[in-house]
Each structure stands twice: as C-alpha cells, then as structure tokens.
C-alpha cells in the first residue's frame, strides 16, 4: 500500500516511509509519533475524537500573515516567522466532530496548517503537526495502542518520518492550499469565530 502524502506536501523521496508509530514514556504521559497515509488520516483521527475525554478543545496553528510578518521585523527585514495559535475551548464530542467533519479536507492538505484536538482535564491529545505527522499525548498507553491496532498500524523502536529524507538539496516543502470552494485555512478561522474560536497566542515557528 503506497503512502499518500498531503496535496499541500512535497517531498524528494518517500523511500522507507510508511505507516508505522513509536512510543515513548514521559514525565505524566505517553507520547506517541506517527506516520499515517492522509488517505486513511480522517478515519484514524474520527476514532480518537470517538474516546477523547470530554469536554475538550480545538487548536488551530497557523503561519502569521505576510503583513504582520513586516510589521514585526526590524528595519523590515524579516529574521524570524511566527505563527498565529487559536482555540475553541469546552467542546462537546458533536461541535468537536461537527468542525472536523466539516473541515477535514482542508486541515488535513493545507501544508501551512497544524491542528489538533485534546481534552482539558487529562493529558489526552493529538496533534497534526507539519508535514501532517501524528503526535499522541496520552496518559493510556494501552487504549492508544489499540487505536493503532485497530488500523493495523504497527509499532516499532524507531520510525522514519519524511524529516529523515531532508538534506541541503532535497528539502521538503509545505504550500498553503484552498479547496473547492476556493477557500483556505484563513478563511477558515473566520468561519470559525461563531463557534468561539479566538486568538491565543503568536509564537516563533
């Protein structure tokens, strides 16, 4: 089975890239590394969303725009990027589903786009991070492993993400995309800001 990679990713090589997970222990919970085909990404993160501890948040990174970027340089010279963090807080397993079943295409082939899901009380959370790699943090090893099971997923030592296959000449890129309708991950947030979404934070990338 050949692995799908986001429209909005580009890599060189996808050679020993496949499906396949690591785990290792923290300091209060499991974290969990990924690679999952975007093909099947929807219904991986669907099941999770399905035994998420609730009530719990949506999070939405994305790039700070061009503008703001100038704004923020000194002398105009751009030296260091920012993204733009936004949240739904206190969301319920329908309004959680409701903004992924609504907006999975984007999320997961916007390249610029990082998002994730977590509860707020435990440590319960997955994040679609660049390059759409999987992170888990969970504080239940063996609920986690089964999900992965379940998908017939295997586990291994050590993965190899696409960030294996980077050098100087073959470096990867992620693009900002729209869908059918001609919109993207910023037209995103405002249709997001009745349901509570808001600004958090900006943060160095």
Not at 85 to 109: M, P, Q, R
Not at 143 to 172: H, M, R, S, Y
Not at 182 to 205: M, N, Q, V
């Amino acid at each position: 089975m050949s692995f799908v990679l986001a429209e909005g990713v580009s890599v060189a090589s996808l050679d020993g890239i496949f499906e396949s997970y690591q785990v290792r222990k923290g300091d209060d919970c499991y974290f969990f590394i990924a690679n999952i085909s975007t093909d099947r990404l929807f219904a991986f993160i669907s099941k999770f969303l399905q035994n998420l501890e609730y009530p719990a948040f949506f999070i939405l990174e994305v790039p700070t725009n061009e503008k703001v970027e100038l704004e923020l340089a000194e002398n105009g010279n751009i030296t260091v990027f920012h993204k733009d963090v936004y949240y739904i807080d206190g969301c319920d397993s329908a309004t959680l589903h409701g903004i992924f079943e609504k907006y999975s295409w984007l999320l997961l082939n916007d390249g610029m786009a990082k998002f994730g899901f977590a509860s707020h009380f435990i440590k319960d959370e997955i994040f679609i991070g660049k390059y759409k790699i999987v992170n888990i943090f969970s504080t239940k090893k063996t609920k986690t492993q089964n999900l992965f099971d379940a998908f017939g997923i295997p586990e291994l030592e050590k993965i190899k993400t696409v960030w294996n296959t980077f050098t100087p000449e073959t470096p990867g890129e992620c693009c900002r995309i729209a869908d059918e309708n001609g919109k993207d991950t910023y037209d995103l947030i405002e249709a997001l800001k009745p349901l509570g979404l808001y600004f958090a934070e900006r943060r160095e990338e």
